[in-house]
């Protein structure tokens, strides 16, 4: 079996004194894959992304069962940061909008060029790599032509693609070129069988197909709503390092102050500066909150080579001193932002959350909302958008938002904090099981299984 990803499980740091030092990827698309584990029968082609990946794959070091591809840094940053983040990204969750709409270019036409030659490197990789009748899956919107390529290449392979993002409907689809939307979807529909995070997304696809390349053909489609890894959680939240991290973060909040968490890349998607709005206008609200809450706003960087991300980053950092300067007092911050990746003191901002706020634009799923109620000790409220993934599975026992509505929002904070202790119990319950009903390694073995007994 192999798996193939722009992003892979770890990466690389030089340490001063030439040692490598790894790191867990960041998103949901690393933290569903990481349960395969180091399995000897499994091979993960990934992309060197650092300097240190890079440095890795020269001294033929690296993770046991993953394979490191160092394409050029000029094609990898054209299909990576060009097309892959800067154009299918922003199609699938809907970002565009003035000033911020594509242009298709001759620029645009040279970073197409290598997307593909970037998709080809892992085709190639993957078809060397694989052996007879092996299967073979293929990981989101990077890395949509492989399929049809590989497919060319070695017609034997059992091929699935898997979009953790949403996908885009036909009337925003349709922004791409009409050559290039073409190529995306038959490119994908190389594959035996395609997986998406929810129906929503697998619909929308379909209705591409359907106007775009004159349908699915013989591909099937299927949803795997990835879960949170309840067991593993647990386990990690309750080690040393997360419990020095909850001390320090108690003491940031301040004692019987309410928390209300939020722990996103930072991500135009991931709507942090509306969410910054929203409780900023339960302080206008509702004065009653001053000195009684807290906003523990986790937003790690991310995507930090495009413009856009590094101006919504200062965005995110200016709101919150502008909201901590006006209501802040001398024993009282309310907003804890932190843009410092620390997955301990992330674990730990879960286990002493109040109120999770999940309010993002568009999400494939959102892996946070279903990790904070498994690890929040008194149980949280969750404040969740309608338009995460994760909404079609939790949506009954959250408190839904638009995440365009920053007063709606603010009312819903409000409602999470007067919740009665009993009903708020409750819900952390049934959201704690529904999150963890499809955990990633159940999720991986169920797409294993039905493109083995599809194809056979
Ligand atoms: C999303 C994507 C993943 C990606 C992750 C982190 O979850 O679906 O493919 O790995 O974001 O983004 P990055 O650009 O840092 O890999």
């Known amino acids: 079996m192999l798996v193939a990803s722009n992003r892979g499980p770890v990466s690389y740091t030089v340490g001063e004194d030439g040692s490598l030092t790894a790191r867990r990827g960041g998103g949901g698309l690393v933290s569903g894959l990481s349960a395969i584990?180091?399995?000897?029968?499994?091979?993960?082609?990934?992309?060197?992304?650092?300097?240190?990946?890079?440095?890795?794959?020269?001294?033929?070091?690296?993770?046991?069962?993953?394979?490191?591809?160092?394409?050029?840094?000029?094609?990898?940053?054209?299909?990576?940061?060009?097309?892959?983040?800067?154009?299918?990204?922003?199609?699938?969750?809907?970002?565009?909008?003035?000033?911020?709409?594509?242009?298709?270019?001759a620029e645009f036409r040279r970073q197409w060029a290598s997307y593909e030659t970037y998709n080809r490197a892992f085709a190639e990789a993957l078809a060397e790599e694989a052996a007879p009748g092996a299967a073979v899956l293929v990981q989101d919107y990077h890395l949509t032509l492989?399929?049809?390529?590989?497919?060319?290449?070695?017609?034997?392979?059992r091929i699935s693609h898997f979009s953790h993002t949403p996908w885009a409907p036909p009337e925003y689809f349709r922004m791409l070129p009409r050559d290039i939307a073409g190529q995306v979807l038959r490119g994908m529909l190389g594959a035996d069988r395609l997986g998406f995070l929810t129906r929503r997304w697998a619909d929308a696809f379909t209705a591409c197909c359907e106007q775009f390349a004159g349908g699915t053909g013989d591909t099937r489609i299927g949803v795997h709503g990835l879960g949170a890894d309840g067991e593993f959680l647990r386990e990690r939240a309750h080690r040393s390092d997360v419990d020095e991290r909850m001390a320090g973060l108690r003491e940031e909040i301040g004692a019987g102050r309410r928390a209300i968490v939020r722990v996103d890349r930072t991500e135009l998607s991931k709507n942090i500066v509306r969410g910054l709005l929203a409780y900023e206008q339960l302080l206008v609200d509702h004065p009653e909150w001053r000195e009684r809450v807290v906003h523990v706003a986790f937003a790690y960087p991310s995507r930090q080579d495009l413009a856009v991300y590094r101006d919504y980053?200062?965005?995110?950092?200016?709101?919150?001193?502008?909201?901590?300067?006006?209501?802040?007092?001398?024993?009282?911050?309310?907003?804890?932002?932190?843009?410092?990746?620390?997955?301990?003191?992330?674990?730990?901002?879960?286990?002493?959350?109040?109120?999770?706020?999940?309010?993002?634009?568009?999400?494939?799923m959102n892996l946070v909302a279903k990790e904070m109620p498994v690890l929040s000790e008194e149980g949280c409220v969750l404040v969740l958008s309608q338009e995460a993934g994760a909404f079609e599975e939790l949506g009954e026992d959250a408190l839904a938002v638009n995440p365009y509505d920053v007063v709606d929002t603010a009312r819903a904070l409000h409602e999470a904090l007067t919740m009665p202790a009993e009903e708020r119990a409750e819900r952390t319950k049934r959201l704690a099981a529904a999150a963890t009903a499809l955990p990633p390694a159940q999720w991986f073995l169920d797409q294993l299984n039905a493109l083995t007994a599809q194809s056979s």
């Open 37 to 105: 584990g180091p399995d000897a029968d499994a091979l993960w082609v990934c992309s060197a992304l650092s300097d240190g990946d890079r440095e890795a794959v020269r001294r033929g070091e690296g993770e046991p069962g993953t394979r490191m591809l160092d394409v050029p840094a000029d094609v990898h940053a054209d299909a990576y940061n060009g097309i892959a983040n800067s154009v299918l990204w922003f199609v699938h969750h809907m970002l565009y909008q003035t000033p911020l709409e594509p242009v298709f270019d």
């Open 146 to 157: 492989v399929p049809g390529m590989l497919r060319e290449l070695r017609p034997d392979l």
């Open 313 to 364: 980053t200062a965005e995110v950092q200016r709101t919150a001193e502008r909201i901590n300067e006006r209501f802040g007092t001398p024993g009282w911050t309310p907003v804890v932002l932190h843009v410092k990746d620390d997955f301990a003191r992330s674990l730990a901002a879960y286990r002493l959350a109040d109120v999770a706020l999940v309010n993002p634009i568009r999400d494939g």
